[in-house]
């Protein structure tokens, strides 16, 4: 948006587009610079361009900046598709009571609104849009057409799940979330005219509103309707259809946002490093369904600490997906390290030092496949490591992308569950059911360092999500100690998490926009 190249581009492409539109409308959002920069929709009609809207309400809270780029819009648009009134807004534009859709809907009489919106996903963020749009349709008793962007980008997923509702708010029609997607819905104008008549609280918002008429627009498109009627099927309108539950929901996000990411950037094939953990096994399974077995490729890197059950699980995994998988052990390159560092050590046992020694030798060897080939290297830390920075710096965290970085452990197991029950048992049972460990040392398990996940998720979702203090923390009945311990590991931890790859968000708020903390900072607990 800060580059004057881009702006222009954009604009001369909308142009091209108008050239187009024979016969048809079209709406296309655009950054749109005339007085100032604007986040715009343009009305293109019969190879022209009609009209162009500015969005009013523009955000400036979580991933949002609009506030740093845009100025706001003034005036609220109604155009004219034949003799019915359209009313045309932009995302937040919808989000607001007595926003720009009541002042289309109440004074410009429109029959229906159009929403173009670019909103990112998190989990449960479908439901409560679903809810907002129920609001909107009902109080200004509308049609309302909903258009949401589909597609990764970055951390962030475009979830698509575009609908139509009805001036009752009754779902018309449901496109296809996570996917690019066609609806075709017939839609009933003489519906909306039904429902004002017998709805006394939407004649009294026009006495509400009527200040505000000045900021009102009617715009001629010169489109005459041809066939009123043309009899299509109803659209789906439940979204079970689709979705089963929320973990498929989740998984489906995770999905998305792979592919875009490697695809988009250019990449065609990723690697990972696969131990027989569960992270890593989850993070294989999102590669293979975003890109197909013979683009994901893996290493086992087994140490002289490494179960002979975790090297035959993940050997399993890589069969039961059909994904190409090398053995590459590390002892013996570990051993030269230790043997260089000697005299440098300040002991012979096994320390943090030693174990993060093997994390960085399996991100050498990764990042050395990504050179030869021009394999894009996956990461699989999930979010409650990365929270309390349980993973190592240019080891485990080495990649170009992180697919779970936003997913707690406790989700990953949920969802490796659902995996197996619906793709036939893919994940090796035996991967779910085993105690977590980093195997970088004899008998090591996850929880010598860590509270049980249950209830670090619990903490972290308290503190990180619902941005509780350590007092709010501890009324909910957890040991003042541990509440202690585990937010200072989080703030702590900020250095490494500013150094890791970018991963999926799929929480209401995740690591690096949505949490812009400092690492320099004196406010710790004591």
């Not at 293979?288 to 995994?317: C, H, I, Q, T, Y």
Request: hydrophobic share 40%; net charge neutral; aromatic share 10%.
């Amino acid at each position: 948006m800060l580059k004057p190249a881009f702006i222009q581009e954009s604009q001369a492409l909308v142009e091209k587009l108008a050239e187009l539109t024979s016969g048809i409308i079209a709406v296309v959002g655009f950054a749109c610079k005339s007085d100032d920069l604007y986040n715009s929709a343009a009305i293109l009609c019969n190879r022209r361009l009609v009209h162009i809207y500015h969005k009013q309400l523009l955000p400036n809270y979580s991933v949002f900046d609009e506030e740093r780029y845009f100025q706001k819009g003034s005036r609220s648009t109604v155009f004219m598709v034949g003799s019915i009134p359209v009313g045309i807004n932009i995302c937040e534009d919808i989000y607001y009571s007595q926003g720009p859709a009541s002042i289309q809907a109440v004074l410009g009489s429109a029959a229906l609104i159009i929403n173009i919106s670019a909103s990112p996903y998190y989990c449960g963020k479908i439901g409560e849009r679903e809810k907002l749009l129920y609001a909107r349709a009902v109080e200004n008793r509308v049609n309302l057409l909903y258009l949401n962007q589909v597609g990764g980008q970055d951390e962030l997923v475009f979830d698509g799940s575009s609908m139509a509702l009805g001036p009752d708010g009754e779902i018309l029609g449901r496109a296809r979330p996570f996917s690019p997607d066609t609806l075709l819905l017939d839609i009933d104008t003489k519906a909306v005219e039904f429902a004002r008549l017998k709805d006394p609280k939407f004649k009294n918002q026009r006495k509400s509103l009527t200040a505000q008429s000045g900021s009102l627009q009617v715009v001629e498109t010169g489109y005459q309707i041809k066939d009123k009627y043309i009899g299509l099927e109803p659209g789906r309108d439940n979204y079970m259809e689709y979705i089963s539950c929320p973990q498929e929901e989740i998984l489906e996000a995770l999905v998305l946002g792979t592919r875009d990411y490697v695809l988009k950037n250019g990449f065609k094939t990723v690697v990972l490093g696969l131990s027989g953990g569960i992270d890593s096994a989850f993070a294989t399974f999102i590669a293979w369904r975003a890109l197909g077995p013979d683009n994901v490729k893996v290493l086992l890197m087994p140490s002289m600490f490494s179960s002979e059950s975790s090297v035959k699980d993940a050997e399993a995994l890589s069969k039961n997906l059909g994904i190409d998988y090398h053995i590459v052990p590390i002892s013996s390159i570990y051993d030269t390290y230790l043997k260089q560092l000697e005299p440098l050590l300040k002991t012979r046992d096994i320390n943090i030092t030693k174990e993060n020694l093997q994390a960085r030798i399996r991100g050498n060897l990764l990042m050395a496949m990504s050179n030869e080939y021009g394999w894009l290297v996956l990461a699989a830390s999930n979010k409650s490591e990365a929270s309390v920075g349980y993973s190592t710096l240019y080891g485990d965290m080495v990649g170009g992308f992180s697919p779970i970085k936003d997913v707690y452990k406790t989700a990953v197991y949920d969802i490796c569950r659902f995996i197996n029950q619906k793709y036939d048992n893919l994940i090796p049972q035996n991967i779910i059911d085993k105690a977590p460990s980093a195997e970088l040392k004899p008998h090591q398990k996850d929880r010598d360092s860590l509270p049980e996940y249950s209830v670090l998720d619990a903490v972290l979702k308290a503190y990180i999500e619902q941005e509780k203090d350590y007092h709010s923390i501890v009324n909910m009945g957890f040991e003042p100690q541990l509440v202690k311990k585990i937010i200072n590991m989080v703030d702590f931890s900020e250095y490494k998490r500013r150094q890791g790859a970018p991963g999926i968000k799929i929480t209401p708020r995740a690591f690096g926009k949505d949490r812009r903390y400092p690492i320099t900072n004196g406010f710790k607990l004591s």
